[in-house]
């Protein structure tokens, strides 16, 4: 379960507090899959990146799996994020000196995992890449790099999921084929996914869109999408 109570954020600039995202409540149960849209500028990544533990609210409280992320150290939030978390950017950031294999072996190595490597190399072969072990990111096209990183956001089997645009830097067919992955691995290992988009048919694959508009919740509904049954 997600539960974000009366959540705000704030930047500093000019001298002055500008407001991200302003009081928003919200609560995700275990496996559902939800889209976060709306214009630019309405806060969408910066919700995103709070519930994913990757930055600090002004005001508010986050909870996931029953655990506090905003009174907790940064040492313990970082070991929280390893063991319950996975996040994929829209810009890949894979890591340019190693391999695809080694990029996601690395939260293997971190987690302690023994043959990591094995790992990868399953986790590689289920994204389509498995003759593209040995290749460095700069060797793969967007997509390929994206499939990547989702192999490496899936390495250590995390009970929660974020993507920020995925398909944002990927031609349709590409963003289509990751899109179609990161929900067959939902529904393989029961992962709760959470993506913000542009991308109104790709929202509409996710059994819930939250649409957020000036740092608030606008709307919060259902879709009638064939994977909106929930899993057992």
Do not use: W
Request: proline share 5%; charged share 20%.
């Amino acid at each position: 379960m997600i539960r974000i109570t009366q959540l705000s954020m704030s930047l500093a600039a000019g001298g002055r507090a500008v407001p991200i995202l302003d009081n928003i409540s919200l609560e995700i149960p275990d496996k559902q899959t939800v889209a976060i849209i709306g214009p630019s500028g309405s806060g969408k990544s910066t919700l995103l990146g709070l519930i994913a533990g990757l930055d600090r609210p002004t005001a508010g409280s986050i909870e996931l799996d029953g655990a506090e992320l905003t009174t907790m150290s940064e040492n313990a939030l970082a070991k929280f994020r390893r063991a319950k978390i996975g996040y994929i950017f829209q810009s890949f950031h894979l890591i340019p000196t190693l391999t695809a294999l080694e990029n996601v072996a690395v939260p293997l190595e971190l987690s302690g995992e023994q043959n990591g490597d094995a790992r990868a190399a399953e986790l590689l072969a289920s994204v389509g890449l498995a003759g593209r072990l040995d290749h460095y990111p700069v060797q793969l096209s967007g997509g390929e790099q994206q499939r990547v990183a989702v192999a490496r956001a899936f390495a250590c089997r995390p009970p929660f999921l974020f993507a920020d645009e995925p398909t944002g830097n990927l031609d349709s067919a590409a963003g289509v084929q990751v899109i179609d992955l990161l929900l067959g691995m939902h529904r393989d290992v029961g992962t709760t996914l959470i993506l913000v988009t542009h991308d109104h048919d790709l929202a509409g694959r996710m059994q819930r869109v939250v649409t957020l508009r000036d740092g608030r919740i606008e709307s919060d509904r259902l879709t009638d999408s064939l994977l909106a049954a929930p899993l057992p």
